[in-house]
């Protein structure tokens, strides 16, 4: 995973050129991302297509023992820097994009060739190679008429605390064979199934120097009107030891251990497909996977797009205006800041498989918990799957009738028979989901005075769509709703309480001229702690507050418009 903050100075000068030359190497791959192609030339002899049983077959199949195998196999070839070696066939970046491309290969030898894999060539200086590949496999949807891709990825270079440094050893194994095996188990476990839409399984490259395979892949899907509906990224997907350092959000102490959660990242809140579709994950996980696992796991809607300081190849994809996600363990060793004193594994040498503790040549306790790995892929393929066999989404149009009441009417050109609202207040996440059959219904939801309504289609197989945009609606009062008189209005923080990040949020309700609109933080001694510029041009307008990680406390934020500060509100840090 990429450190923002170190060496700008440094990825300037070690990789000076911008992308050039993005293209498929296997011009098939190509015509099905885009669109272009026949569906029957890649159906299967056995066509299972209900959500039901690949739900199930999902959950059954994915394997701890092969993402182990996997990752002990991207062991061996000791050093995969997007600088080291591409002629070698055992060792170096060149030997692991071979063998991964060979997995999938093998995969599509055993689905009736469904699965058309492909590397992404594209032309840029990095760590002084000029040419690099991401790795890819395509496996073709069955409607052409409303051709959506769903990508489901993870970077494969690793690093030492030298970004180019191509001679240390760099096993990577939590960052980020994990994620790489995870991307190539669930190719394998669902390329015998029939999907809608088209799934990508990508292997990317460049990440460590600057997310520079996600974009280029991101760049190409533009350059190509390629439709991508969903990014699942995946990066430090498998440990479950807290470091002595990791960037916040994250573990409480050192060797601290959390084997049942994983965090959801994504940019936004109000309205933010990215958010919209971190929910939505978390969704199927509860309706669909739950109540079939033996170990439950808790999935965290993050306020931010990623750790403190922090990226990701979700990134790309995003500024691409494709919505995209993040999924990283709750514990990760390290924060990568490799200064004098860091002694965890991340960015080092030491981000290896384990270690032998009783000298027996065997390593015996791992710092990756293959089962840990295999619950978090199966939560990536349910929610691919969803997307992939779901319906389309839906519009609509909301009318406050009193109160808490509302009037929902969908818009869309198929009648579905069943629609679903989430409704959220002061969190991430949707506090009820309603399920109605009409397309106009009347709903009664809890009180509160502010709602963020959003809708999605649910098809005969009780599948949903991914959720509409959202809409903003206030209530006030018993049975009556009005209109908030300010022309600005300051909305509640979300969440409250938080971690190390929060939304706020000001609703423009009557447009108005200024010059200069400021969220100022304060504690309650009323000392300054942060002023924060935010552009008043939207209904909702938003500004993420990163509080740091460690401290707890009540603190109040303004909006401050041309020095008249216009609302205050109070908000709570609980670490």
């Not at 978390?282 to 079939?292: F, M, T, V």
């Not at 922090?310 to 691409?320: A, E, L, N, V």
């Not at 349910?382 to 839906?394: D, E, H, M, N």
Request: net charge negative.
């Amino acid at each position: 995973m990429k450190n923002i903050l170190i060496g700008f100075f440094v990825l300037i000068s070690a990789n000076s050129f911008a992308q050039t030359n993005i293209i498929s190497t296997n011009p098939l791959a190509e015509q099905i991302l885009v669109g272009n192609y026949n569906p029957s030339n890649y159906a299967a002899t056995t066509i299972i297509n209900h959500p039901d049983s690949i739900i199930k077959g999902i959950e059954n199949e994915v394997n701890a023992d092969s993402l182990k195998a996997y990752i002990i196999q991207l062991t061996t070839f000791k050093n995969r820097n997007t600088g080291a070696d591409t002629n070698s066939l055992i060792t170096g970046i060149g030997a692991a994009r071979k063998w991964v491309l060979n997995h999938f290969q093998q995969i599509s030898a055993t689905n009736d060739n469904r699965l058309i894999t492909s590397y992404l060539q594209f032309d840029q200086s990095i760590c002084n190679i000029n040419q690099h590949k991401n790795i890819f496999a395509v496996l073709p949807g069955t409607d052409t008429a409303n051709h959506q891709v769903i990508l489901i990825e993870g970077h494969i270079d690793s690093r030492c605390s030298s970004v180019c440094d191509t001679s240390c050893i760099a096993e990577g194994v939590e960052d980020n064979a994990s994620g790489t095996a995870l991307v190539m188990e669930l190719a394998r476990v669902m390329s015998k199934y029939t999907f809608k839409n088209t799934i990508v399984f990508m292997a990317t490259i460049g990440e460590e120097q600057g997310l520079y395979g996600a974009n280029a892949f991101a760049q190409y899907a533009v350059n190509n009107n390629i439709p991508i509906e969903a990014v699942l990224n995946n990066d430090v997907i498998g440990g479950i030891i807290c470091g002595q350092t990791s960037s916040p959000p994250s573990c409480p102490g050192l060797n601290d251990i959390d084997s049942t959660q994983v965090r959801l990242f994504s940019s936004g809140s109000f309205n933010s497909i990215n958010k919209q579709l971190a929910r939505y994950i978390k969704l199927q996980y509860k309706e669909e996977l739950l109540p079939l696992v033996s170990v439950p796991m808790v999935l965290t809607i993050m306020s931010a797009e990623d750790r403190t300081g922090r990226g990701g190849d979700h990134i790309p994809f995003r500024q691409k205006g494709f919505a995209a996600m993040r999924f990283t363990s709750a514990n990760e060793h390290g924060d990568a800041s490799n200064g004098p004193g860091y002694t965890d594994r991340q960015h080092t040498s030491d981000d290896i498989l384990g270690i032998d503790t009783n000298n027996d040549n065997e390593i015996d306790s791992f710092f990756v918990d293959f089962n840990y790995l295999a619950r978090n892929a199966v939560v990536n393929g349910i929610a691919a799957a969803a997307i992939a066999v779901g319906p389309q989404p839906v519009t609509f149009s909301v009318n406050p009738l009193s109160g808490n009441v509302f009037e929902i009417t969908i818009s869309s050109s198929i009648n579905y028979p069943n629609y679903r609202v989430g409704v959220r207040s002061t969190t991430h996440d949707w506090d009820s989901v309603y399920t109605f059959n009409t397309a106009t219904d009347t709903i009664t939801f809890p009180q509160s005075s502010t709602y963020f309504l959003s809708v999605a289609s649910v098809d005969s197989n009780t599948i949903e769509s991914l959720f509409s945009n959202e809409v903003f609606v206030s209530a006030t009062g018993v049975g009556s709703y009005v209109e908030p008189q300010k022309s600005f209005e300051l909305l509640q923080n979300i969440p409250n309480p938080f971690d190390e990040v929060t939304t706020i949020s000001v609703k423009i309700n009557q447009p108005k001229n200024y010059q200069q609109a400021l969220i100022v933080i304060r504690d309650l001694q009323g000392k300054i702690i942060k002023k924060l510029p935010i552009a008043l041009t939207n209904e909702i307008n938003e500004v993420n507050y990163e509080h740091g990680y460690g401290k707890v406390g009540i603190y109040t934020y303004s909006l401050v418009i041309d020095g008249v500060e216009v609302d205050t509100k109070k908000m709570v840090f609980a670490n």
